[in-house]
C-alpha cells in the first residue's frame, strides 16, 4: 500500500466525501439551501467542493436529512462513477475488511480468554 502525505491524504478525503453529499443530494432532489436546519448553504457548497471536512456527526446529520445510512453517502464518494458495480466493489472491500477485523477481534478474545483459563487463581 502507498503511503500519502497527510496533507495529499487529507484532499483525497474531502474531494471523496463532498462528491458523496453531492451525489446524494442531487440524487435526493435537494437544494443546498434546503440543508438549513443542519448547515448553512455555503458550508455545504464547501463540503461539495472539497474545501471543507466535515465531522463524522455531521456526515450523519446530513445523510439523515437525506434519509440516508452514512455509508450510502460516504460509499458514494468513494465510488470512481455513480454505478451499482463501482458502488458493489466499494462495498465488497469493505465487507472483506470487516471479516478480517472480526477474525482478529475473535483471536484475540479466544488468547485472552486461554490466558484466563491457564492463570492460576
Not at 502507498?2 to 478525503?13: E, G, N, S, T, Y
Not at 450523519?60 to 458514494?76: F, G, K, N
Amino acid at each position: 500500500m502507498r503511503k500519502f502525505p497527510l496533507v495529499v491524504a487529507m484532499k483525497i478525503i474531502r474531494s471523496s466525501v463532498g462528491k458523496g453529499i453531492r451525489s446524494a443530494r442531487l440524487a435526493r432532489n435537494l437544494s443546498q439551501e434546503e440543508f438549513d436546519a443542519v448547515s448553512g448553504r455555503t458550508y455545504i457548497s464547501e463540503l461539495e467542493r472539497g474545501t471543507k471536512t466535515p465531522t463524522v456527526t455531521k456526515v450523519d446529520q446530513l445523510a439523515a436529512m437525506m434519509r440516508l445510512h452514512p455509508l450510502t453517502v460516504l460509499t458514494l464518494g468513494y465510488c470512481k462513477t455513480p454505478s451499482q458495480r463501482e458502488a458493489a466493489a466499494v462495498l465488497s472491500r469493505v465487507s472483506a475488511e470487516l471479516d478480517e477485523v472480526f477474525a482478529a477481534l475473535a483471536e484475540r478474545e479466544r488468547l485472552l480468554l486461554e490466558a484466563v483459563q491457564q492463570s492460576p487463581s
